[in-house]
């Protein structure tokens, strides 16, 4: 199985910006889509963004224009630049790959938009 390792997080201010990593433990070039996923306590885990093997990316609309998905398949990393942060985006964050079914679901990585 593939694991997954998320870092990056912390505490920012309203309006300040992150840069989320997902490490996986093996290649992710032939993974179809990876996505990001967030879950803050008491809601369900939502989609937030995908980034398929061809470059493709789709975002939810509450991070649209605001967020941005990429990878760097040699290094075997997703990542996650979030802008214009607000405190609504506050929650654990988690990498995936759907189109795999999903594998064993990572730590985390917690950020908290707070002033």
């Known amino acids: 199985q593939v694991q997954l390792v998320e870092s990056g997080g912390g505490l920012v201010q309203p309006g300040g910006s992150l840069r989320l990593s997902c490490a996986a433990s093996?290649?992710?070039?032939?993974?179809?889509?990876m996505a990001w996923y967030r879950q803050a306590p008491g809601k369900q885990r939502e989609l937030v963004a995908t980034?398929?093997?061809?470059?493709?990316?789709n975002y939810a609309d509450s991070v649209k224009g605001r967020f941005i998905i990429s990878k760097d398949n040699a290094k075997n990393t997703v990542y996650l630049q979030m802008n214009s942060l607000k405190p609504e985006d506050t929650a654990v964050y988690y990498c995936?790959?759907?189109?795999?079914?999903?594998?064993?679901w990572g730590q985390g990585t917690q950020v908290t938009v707070s002033s």
């Open positions: 093996r290649s992710i070039l032939g993974i179809v889509v």
């Open positions: 980034i398929t093997s061809g470059g493709n990316t």
């Open positions: 995936n790959a759907p189109s795999s079914g999903w594998y064993p």
